[in-house]
């Protein structure tokens, strides 16, 4: 019984900065499985922003976001965070987090475990 709930969405006028969460139940990290965070406009298919697993090793992040937002794991807390700064009209979009992937963590079919999403709204 996996759930994923995300938290921390919301509306900042560009250049200011947002923390998402999501919050795993019934989910025991494994050290090779990754947590990601994904989003998705209207018509466009779900994208990687960034993933990594839970000691840091490997991490993925999406060109457009580096320098700018930051994936970080509460093992303790079953928490993955994302740190978002420098915010661009263009970040906004649902953001949905991700549990149990593998590979590059970088695809949307490499994800067993999905939140329902949280609303990032941008203005300029």
């Known amino acids: 019984q996996v759930q994923l709930v995300e938290s921390g969405g919301g509306a900042v006028q560009a250049g200011g900065s947002l923390r998402l969460s999501c919050a795993a139940s019934?989910?025991?990290?494994?050290?090779?499985?990754?947590m990601g965070w994904f989003r998705q406009a209207p018509g466009k298919e779900r994208e990687g922003v960034a993933a990594?697993?839970?000691?840091?090793?490997?991490?993925y992040y999406h060109d457009s976001v580096k320098g700018r937002f930051t994936i970080s794991q509460d093992n303790a807390k079953n928490t993955v965070y994302l740190q978002m700064n420098s915010l661009k009209p263009e970040d906004t979009d649902i953001y949905y987090c991700?549990?149990?992937?593998?590979?590059?963590?970088?695809?949307?079919?490499?994800?067993?475990?999905w939140g329902q999403g949280t609303q990032v709204t941008v203005s300029s």
């Open positions: 991700a549990a149990d992937g593998w590979g590059t963590c970088s695809s949307r079919y490499q994800y067993n475990y």
């Open positions: 990594s697993t839970p000691d840091g090793t490997h991490t």
């Open positions: 019934a989910y025991r990290y494994s050290w090779n499985r990754c």
